[in-house]
């Protein structure tokens, strides 16, 4: 146990989410409890991850969390192994589900350079109903962006998504491609989602403004008696020049088409046996769907698989090449992270701030808030 390594997560402490503060101790190191200085509290060693107040060993469940990520087609094949409950297990994949979506907010929706973004539905079949699930992927370094899922193919479902990759894009960006397929919604979100307050003397709501450098183009699919005879390419912002700029830049050469989420969608379509068209394994909630899509996007796809369009050249250990995940490729980490390392991790609660009161803050608050970095 080492304090310096652990914030405290008190949502009520002014010290919370510091690291190396010198505000923690270890309280028993036969519980792995730490105590914090400031709010006097103690906490477990494992609050904040999906290990919290569990009765089993993390081994047992970091095991049962990768057989999920990986696909196992049937909870009750590991049920059978593992002598578990089928509850026991479903309560497992919802708790490394929830911790997956918090370290995809904490680590990858940040802003950054886009440069291409491809986006993408997918139809899932559920038991009595149908979902709808949308994802976006950064194409230059393959990263994951987020999903959505909803019951209709409607404009607030894409408004969604987008609002999702507004999140990690920064406006100091020196443009940003946007490729889709032939639905008309993405077009409205990203002009609605996409937009900036101009300030101004006048009295009023401010007038919103499109980003600058916001390019979109389709890839409509043509078919004729079921089988694809073309594909139609058009440029909806932007120029042509510049479109194909940025296509040269995020993906070296090539046209405007969606391969690349498409193959995404194939991904998951392998790893969650719920997406699958033809299966006897469909999701009964879409709680259940949406955990399992931010475990295998969070788990396997961004820091603990390497993907093969990512390696490197390099003569590093004498290996001619270097291997590396999407993680690494955005400069979010500088090592491919074990299932182990994902589910430990620790999300950091947002700095603290003082209650609101009226009138100004006294003398000791504006202290305190000096004291804690808050000001």
């Known amino acids: 146990m080492d304090p310096t390594t652990v914030f405290c997560p008190n ?46 060993s993390q081994e047992l469940v970091t095991q049962v969390v990768t057989l999920l990520s990986f696909g196992c087609p049937t909870p009750q094949a590991i049920v059978a192994a593992f002598s578990l409950d089928e509850r026991t297990v479903s309560n497992w994949r919802e708790r490394a589900g929830r911790h997956c979506l918090s370290v995809h907010e904490q680590l990858v929706a940040q802003p950054r350079d886009l440069g291409q973004v491809q986006m993408d539905e997918l139809r899932v079949n559920l ?145 969650m046996s719920a997406l699958v068209s033809r299966g006897r394994t469909r999701a009964r909630l879409s709680r259940t769907l949406e955990a399992g899509m931010y475990l295998v996007g969070t788990v396997l796809y961004h820091f603990c698989c390497e993907h093969k369009s990512l390696r490197i050249e390099g003569l590093i250990g004498g290996h001619q090449w270097i291997e590396r995940t999407p993680a690494p490729a955005a400069a979010i980490t500088d090592h491919r992270w074990t299932v182990r390392e994902v589910l430990s991790f620790h999300v950091a609660p947002p700095p603290w701030r003082p209650p609101k009161r009226r009138g100004r803050p006294s003398k000791a608050t504006k202290l305190l808030l000096v004291a804690r970095g808050c000001q």
């Open 11 to 56: 949502m009520t402490c002014p010290a919370r989410g510091k690291i190396n503060a010198g505000n923690l101790r270890v309280h028993s190191l036969k519980e792995a409890r730490y105590n914090g200085s400031v709010c006097g509290k103690t906490f477990a060693e494992t609050s904040g991850t999906p290990f919290y107040r569990l009765h089993h």
């Open 127 to 271: 038991q009595g109903r149908i979902l709808w699930m949308a994802t976006a992927l950064m194409v230059s370094t393959r990263l994951w962006l987020g999903g959505v899922v909803s019951s209709s193919r409607d404009l607030a479902f894409i408004t969604g998504l987008v609002e999702k990759v507004r999140a990690c894009a920064t406006a100091l960006c020196v443009g940003i491609l946007f490729c889709t397929d032939g639905l008309k919604a993405y077009i409205r979100a990203l002009r609605q989602v996409f937009r900036e307050p101009v300030a101004s003397a006048e009295v009023g709501r401010p007038r919103l403004v499109m980003w600058k450098r916001i390019f979109i183009a389709q890839a409509v699919k043509q078919y004729e008696a079921g089988r694809l005879v073309g594909i139609a390419r058009r440029v909806l912002e932007g120029s042509d020049a510049e479109v194909e700029a940025r296509l040269e830049r995020t993906q070296g050469k090539g046209v405007i088409h969606t391969a690349f989420i498409e193959r995404l969608k194939a991904t998951f379509r392998q790893w």
